[in-house]
Nanobody, 118 residues
Framework: QVQLVESGGGLVQAGGSLRLSCAAS????????MGWFRRAPGLEREFVATCTITDSPYYGDSVRGRFTISRDNAKNTVYLQMNSLKPEDTAVYYC????????????WGQGTQVTVSS
C-alpha cells in the first residue's frame, strides 16, 4: 500500500510555471506506475500525465509540450513541471499510483489546487 501527498499548487498568472510534487510513503515506490490527473469545476476527471516504472512518460493531449512528469525513486517523489500555464489548466490536481500498467489507479492523493489567472 502507498499513501500519496501532493504539494506545490497555488495561484499563478497565465504563461507562468508551477511544479507539483507528490510524496509517496513506503519502500516500494519504484514498483508503482505514477500519474497525474486533474478535475476542473463541473468537468470530468482528466488524465494529465503518467510515468511508468521504466520512467517512460505519457501525456494528455491538452498538456503535451507544456508539462513534464518525472520521478525520483530515491526521494519517493513524482513531479509535474507545468509551463506556459493557461486559465483552462485551473483545476484540482491529483497524484495517483497503480501496481500494473493498464491496471486501475488504486491509490490517490488528496489533491492540490492550481489556479491560473488571465
Amino acid at each position: 500500500q502507498v499513501q500519496l501527498v501532493e504539494s506545490g499548487g497555488g495561484l499563478v498568472q497565465a504563461g507562468g510555471s508551477l511544479r507539483l510534487s507528490c510524496a509517496a510513503s513506503g519502500r516500494t515506490f519504484s514498483s508503482y506506475h505514477m500519474g497525474w490527473f486533474r478535475r476542473a469545476p463541473g468537468l470530468e476527471r482528466e488524465f494529465v500525465a503518467t510515468c511508468t516504472i521504466t520512467d517512460s512518460p505519457y501525456y494528455g493531449d491538452s498538456v503535451r509540450g507544456r508539462f513534464t512528469i518525472s520521478r525520483d525513486n530515491a526521494k519517493n517523489t513524482v513531479y509535474l513541471q507545468m509551463n506556459s500555464l493557461k486559465p483552462e489548466d485551473t483545476a484540482v490536481y491529483y497524484c495517483a499510483a497503480r501496481e500494473s500498467y493498464g491496471g486501475n489507479w488504486r491509490y490517490w492523493g488528496q489533491g492540490t489546487q492550481v489556479t491560473v489567472s488571465s
